[in-house]
Nanobody, 126 residues
Framework: EVQLVESGGDLVQAGGSLRLTCALSGFTTDSYAFGWFRQAPGKKREGISAIKSSDGSIYYADSVKGRFTISTDDAKNAVYLQMNSLKPEDTGVYYC???????????????????WGQGTQVTVSS
């Protein structure tokens, strides 16, 4: 059975930091690309970062570039998203997903249901 479990979401003040963790089971960090998506209230889910550890590919959306860092830990079989200089507009539910390839970060609808985690809430207060 494949599973992705996110954790680390919290309420934080603007300018603060959080680290999200996506614990993998049934996947390994080099078996797929992995992405982080977020969904703000009333908005569609958007891909903000992706990583493919087998070839070192990394992607960041312009909205998070320079503030967020994605990484993997092969030993812990986990994917992380370090979020610094958080802004109120970063508020939303953050989801981890397994991607067949890096391009899928642009189209959340291509990701099958069992390749998603359950999400973790991040709230940034002003």
């Amino acid at each position: 059975e494949v599973q992705l479990v996110e954790s680390g979401g919290d309420l934080v003040q603007a300018g603060g930091s959080l680290r999200l963790t996506c614990a993998l089971s049934g996947f390994t960090t080099d078996s797929y690309a992995f992405g982080w998506f977020r969904q703000a209230p009333g908005k569609k889910r958007e891909g903000i970062s992706a990583i493919k550890s087998s070839d070192g590919s990394i992607y960041y959306a312009d909205s998070v570039k320079g503030r967020f860092t994605i990484s993997t830990d092969d030993a812990k079989n986990a994917v992380y998203l370090q979020m610094n200089s958080l802004k109120p507009e970063d508020t939303g539910v953050y989801y981890c997903a397994a991607l067949y390839n890096m391009a899928v970060i642009y189209t959340a609808s291509l990701i099958p249901p069992h390749h998603w985690g359950q999400g973790t809430q991040v709230t940034v207060s002003s």
